[in-house]
């Protein structure tokens, strides 16, 4: 009798056991799920540009902001979302969100004298010296007698003016694809340097981690240097090279991969920095074939196929010799060229004008010349009624009604008159 009893509580502690783990399976997957489930994260519907920042940043997702002006919603307000609310995300989403920039308030446009068919400066550079203005014998910060070349106190002064006076650098590349994304206010600036000369980025030595050390007196070490402490400058610059690269064999591979990865960009300046009018069409395309393939071998794809001309020739379009400049084929190496740099002297019009043309662009010599023949000096005070001012908005161009007649209608950003 006790037997059994013994036998019937034994089965009854097995079953219940059997009950508890069963239970307890279940509430460990009801917990898991539960748990998984709250570090979802479903799409909400956007209200302002602010709630889209904080939504982003704690879920750990991109946003993609365009802006456009709406007569409807106030500025920052959400005009549009690429997500529809209750959606699934994935952690590193990209979200597209349209911005608002509230009502188009032509008065004030014209009041600020936005302009976006206004000039745009390309200021031509070479090298910089380590010698003090005072000490050239020269015009200013110039070291050479036709300022080709600036002292690196005379370059820390033109990075200040150009910032002070309003202006925010752009890529080359950029301008010639007719991108031009500068605050609202403020005016595009390109800065080109030409001849790969070694104190435009000299390099010192390897630091510990392998890394070049830049002369801080080169153009290189003042460009970040003034990056550092102006942020919202937006440095950049395009360095084009001849057949040397940077004059320095042993760093040359490493300047090249640095440039690219912080922001700058090389393009072609002929091997043997070549006066392209008074060559051989064969000398021509050897030549610029010769620097492509080199850039090629080096950062394959990275570098911006804009041949700056050496001397600035030639002269004309017309040049027999011109054609192979842009496009050519030689020794079974194909190129084609986008766009070329002229030796110039004042600013080109905006790559929204429809006298606009990429492939024979003037450039501002970038010395001084006591406010005459186009130095730095007059160049911007001409520019002070006839530079381009940003709307703020890479997505629009804003204009005068009365320019409209100006405008190169191939673009396909939306036009704004007042």
Request: hydrophobic content about 40%; some cysteine; glycine content about 2%.
């Given at each position: 009798?006790?037997?059994?009893?013994?036998?019937?509580?034994?089965?009854?502690?097995?079953?219940?056991?059997?009950i508890i783990l069963i239970v307890g399976g279940?509430?460990?997957?009801?917990?898991?799920?539960?748990?998984?489930?709250?570090?979802?994260?479903?799409?909400?519907?956007?209200?302002?540009?602010?709630?889209?920042?904080?939504?982003?940043?704690?879920?750990?997702?991109k946003l993609n902001i365009k802006y456009e002006y709406d007569e409807e919603i106030t500025k920052d307000g959400i005009i549009s979302q690429s997500v529809k609310k209750g959606t699934l995300l994935e952690e590193n989403s990209t979200i597209d969100i349209v911005v608002s920039l509230g009502k188009i308030d032509k008065e004030k446009l014209a009041h600020d004298g936005i302009n976006e068919l206004g000039k745009v400066p390309i200021m031509m550079y070479h090298g910089i010296r380590e010698k003090n203005s005072n000490s050239t014998g020269t015009v200013g910060g110039n070291v050479d007698k036709d300022g080709y070349n600036r002292t690196p106190e005379a370059f820390r002064n033109d990075l200040q003016l150009y910032y002070d006076s309003g202006y925010q650098m752009i890529r080359l590349k950029d301008y010639i694809d007719g991108n031009i994304d500068v605050e609202y206010g403020k005016s595009p600036i390109i800065l080109t340097f030409d001849d790969g000369n070694e104190d435009n980025i000299k390099v010192t030595g390897i630091d510990e981690k392998g890394k070049i050390i830049i002369d801080k007196n080169s153009a290189v070490?003042?460009?970040?240097?003034?990056?550092?402490?102006?942020?919202?400058?937006?440095?950049?610059?395009?360095?084009?090279v001849n057949g040397s690269l940077f004059n320095q064999p042993e760093y040359n591979e490493k300047i090249v991969k640095w440039l690219i990865e912080n922001g700058y960009d090389i393009g072609n300046h002929t091997q043997n920095h070549l006066d392209i009018k008074k060559a051989t069409g064969d000398q021509v395309q050897k030549e610029i074939v010769y620097v492509y393939n080199e850039l090629e071998k080096l950062i394959p794809g990275k570098y911006v196929k804009i041949i700056a001309l050496p001397f600035g020739s030639p002269y004309s379009r017309d040049n027999e010799n011109y054609k192979y400049v842009l496009s050519s084929s030689y020794d079974g190496k194909s190129y084609e060229t986008e766009a070329a740099l002229r030796v110039g002297w004042e600013p080109e019009v905006s790559c929204y004008d429809k006298d606009f043309d990429k492939t024979f662009l003037k450039r501002c010599r970038a010395y001084d010349n006591n406010g005459e023949e186009f130095d730095i000096e007059m160049v911007f005070?001409?520019?002070?009624?006839?530079?381009?001012?940003?709307?703020g908005n890479s997505d629009t161009i804003v204009i005068r009604e009365s320019d409209l007649k100006n405008l190169n209608s191939s673009s396909d950003k939306k036009v704004i008159t007042y």
């Open positions: 009798m006790r037997k059994k009893r013994r036998l019937k509580i034994g089965r009854i502690i097995c079953l219940l056991l059997v279940i509430y460990f997957i009801f917990v898991r799920k539960t748990s998984e489930k709250s570090d979802d994260i479903y799409m909400p519907e956007l209200k302002t540009l602010e709630e889209a920042n904080t939504f982003a940043d704690s879920n750990n997702l070490g003042i460009l970040e240097e003034f990056k550092e402490s102006h942020p919202d400058f937006n440095v950049t610059a395009t360095f084009f005070n001409n520019l002070k009624t006839t530079r381009y001012v940003s709307d």
